[in-house]
Every structure is written in structure tokens, then in C-alpha cells.
């Protein structure tokens, strides 16, 4: 079962930012002034997010799956005014490794996966990439994506000449604290134009889903 916590996660400098930080990063996104009455205990960063939603403002959360304490699964920002989710996965040496970037694209709040980021490192622990690769998707059903190739230095083009079946790519509007389907790493991706070894590999014991995190396997 997963932990949320309504805090912020520094990928960059691998931080889990404090209460008041977090809301203060807030409140400079939404023009409110909460954080001195987190500051104060009158509030915590949940009663601030629970606010937040409500009226439509931006907020984060971190969720903890147990086992990587030290680390997030994921951390999460939600920014109604853009009409955006973001969910960045986080491996085990606190590394961003995969971005969902989802959109509202209908009138009763109904995201659409747009856009994947995903991040290959050179080696388990460091930050050196070896490459990245920027998926985009539309409605009707397009495909392209861009690899940015760190290691020889170069830039790789693929754009879709046939539609894909883009229905797994639609995820409903959270509630507040209903969580689970949004930050789910497994979905019907329209993939099967994988570079390199980021395709499934044929064998019947391992997911259809590549974007799994490098520890999938010692679990």
C-alpha cells in the first residue's frame, strides 16, 4: 500500500523538502499565504492541499511504497491552472527515471497522457545519461518521439505513419487522495516502435510495460 505525503521532492539535489517549504512553494504558485500558519501548527501541508484542490489550486505529494524509505515511488504535481499532472517515478538511488505528463482534455476533467519522458543512466548509481527518450501522443491517435543520444551525440526522429489505439492513455481526474490509478507505472502504452533495449524482450516472464524501474526484478 503506498504512503501519500503532501510534501515536495527535490529530484535534482535528491531532497524531500519540509512541511513549510513545501507550502511556501505553494503558495508562491497559487498567491496564498499559508505557510506561516504551517509554520505556526495551525495547519499541515495536507489541510493546505485538501484547500488547494478544492479550489482549484496547485500542489504536490510524494507516494512511499515501503521499499525505499529514503526515496519516493514518485512525486506528483498537480497544476489546475495549466490543466496538467505531472508524475515523476523515482528509482531506488533517487534518480528521476520516467515522467507522465497528462493533460485535461474534456469538459468533466479527463486527462490524456501526452507526453513521456523517459531516463537511461549510464551506470545503477550515477547521474551521467546514457539517453533519453521524449515520447508524444495525440487523440487521433499519433505517435513520435525524440532520442537524445548523450553518449554519441546525436538526435534520433521517429514520427507514427499509421494511428495507434491511444484508449489506454485516458485517466480520470483524481479526487482528492484517490491516488492509485494516476500513479500506476503499468498502462496500455500504443508502443511497439521501442529503440535500442527499450522493447519488450519476448520473454512470457517479464511485463509487457518497459518502463519499469531498473529494480523491478529483486522485489
Not at 17 to 42: C, I
Not at 108 to 120: A, G, M, N, V
Not at 187 to 216: A, E, M, V
Amino acid at each position: 500500500m503506498k504512503l501519500i505525503k503532501y510534501i515536495n521532492y527535490w529530484d535534482v539535489n535528491k531532497k524531500i523538502s519540509t512541511e513549510k517549504a513545501t507550502v511556501g512553494k505553494w503558495d508562491l504558485w497559487n498567491g496564498t499565504k499559508q505557510k506561516k500558519k504551517v509554520e505556526n501548527g495551525e495547519l499541515t501541508s495536507e489541510n493546505v492541499a485538501i484547500e488547494n484542490h478544492s479550489k482549484g489550486f496547485g500542489y504536490e505529494f510524494c507516494s512511499f511504497d515501503g521499499h525505499h524509505a529514503e526515496y519516493p515511488y514518485c512525486y506528483v504535481t498537480v497544476v489546475p491552472k495549466n490543466k496538467h499532472i505531472g508524475v515523476n517515478f523515482i528509482d531506488d538511488a533517487g534518480r528521476k527515471y520516467l515522467t507522465y505528463l497528462f493533460h485535461e482534455v474534456k469538459e468533466d476533467r479527463t486527462l490524456f497522457l501526452q507526453e513521456i519522458w523517459y531516463y537511461h543512466f549510464t551506470s545503477e548509481r550515477g547521474e551521467n545519461e546514457d539517453y533519453r527518450l521524449h515520447f508524444v501522443f495525440d487523440e487521433e491517435g499519433n505517435v513520435n518521439y525524440r532520442k537524445y543520444d548523450e553518449k554519441n551525440q546525436k538526435i534520433e526522429d521517429y514520427e507514427s505513419n499509421r494511428k495507434f489505439d491511444i484508449s489506454g492513455l485516458y485517466e480520470a481526474y483524481p479526487a482528492f487522495g484517490e491516488y492509485k490509478s494516476l500513479i500506476r507505472l503499468d498502462r496500455d502504452l500504443p508502443l511497439d516502435i521501442f529503440p535500442g533495449d527499450d522493447h519488450t524482450d519476448g520473454n512470457p516472464d517479464h511485463p509487457k510495460n518497459p518502463w519499469l524501474s531498473p529494480d523491478w526484478n529483486k522485489n
